[in-house]
């Protein structure tokens, strides 16, 4: 899938979506580059997100009708995975939009459509959270 990244002051947090996994790299400010590493399993290919708390950055991807989201800190420790936004239901389908944080919270935006619908409409819903959520 398509690449994000995100810096902190000391270096860069680049994420992909394969087929069955997340991935990042680690990109230092002297442009050392680390191993790829696996950030979350998937069922499915999806574009993660990554942005910038502190130092530490929060990654979020769709699963199904869920979006999810972990925690990375240097050097390539992964949080526990935590769900942002989901209908227990199964009626809704949630997508991300976008988000962005501040050193102490983040803020997440994104639609929401009928499960299977055929016509166009969408919720717009937003969320925000604090970093710890994801320790």
């Given at each position: 899938s398509a690449p994000d990244v995100s810096g902190n002051g000391r270096g860069w947090l680049v994420v992909w979506g394969e087929p069955s996994a997340?991935?990042?790299?680690?990109?230092h400010r002297t442009?050392?580059?680390?191993?790829?590493?696996?950030i979350a399993r998937t069922p499915e290919l999806t574009a993660p997100q990554v942005e910038t708390s502190g130092l530490d950055c929060?990654?979020?991807?769709?699963?199904?009708?869920?979006?999810?989201?972990?925690?990375?800190?240097?050097?390539?420790?992964?949080?526990?995975?935590v769900t942002i936004a989901n209908?227990?239901?199964?009626?809704?389908?949630?997508?991300?939009g976008g988000f962005a944080g501040n050193g102490t919270r983040f803020c997440v935006s994104g639609t929401t459509?009928?499960?299977d619908a055929t016509w166009l409409?969408?919720?717009?819903?937003?969320?925000?959270?604090?970093?710890s959520l994801l320790r």
């Amino acid at each position: 899938s398509a690449p994000d990244v995100s810096g902190n002051g000391r270096g860069w947090l680049v994420v992909w979506g394969e087929p069955s996994a997340i991935y990042g790299a680690q990109v230092h400010r002297t442009l050392a580059l680390s191993r790829p590493f696996p950030i979350a399993r998937t069922p499915e290919l999806t574009a993660p997100q990554v942005e910038t708390s502190g130092l530490d950055c929060l990654v979020l991807w769709q699963s199904g009708a869920s979006t999810l989201g972990t925690r990375v800190t240097t050097p390539k420790q992964v949080g526990r995975v935590v769900t942002i936004a989901n209908d227990d239901t199964g009626a809704a389908f949630f997508s991300c939009g976008g988000f962005a944080g501040n050193g102490t919270r983040f803020c997440v935006s994104g639609t929401t459509a009928p499960k299977d619908a055929t016509w166009l409409y969408n919720d717009v819903w937003f969320g925000q959270f604090s970093p710890s959520l994801l320790r």
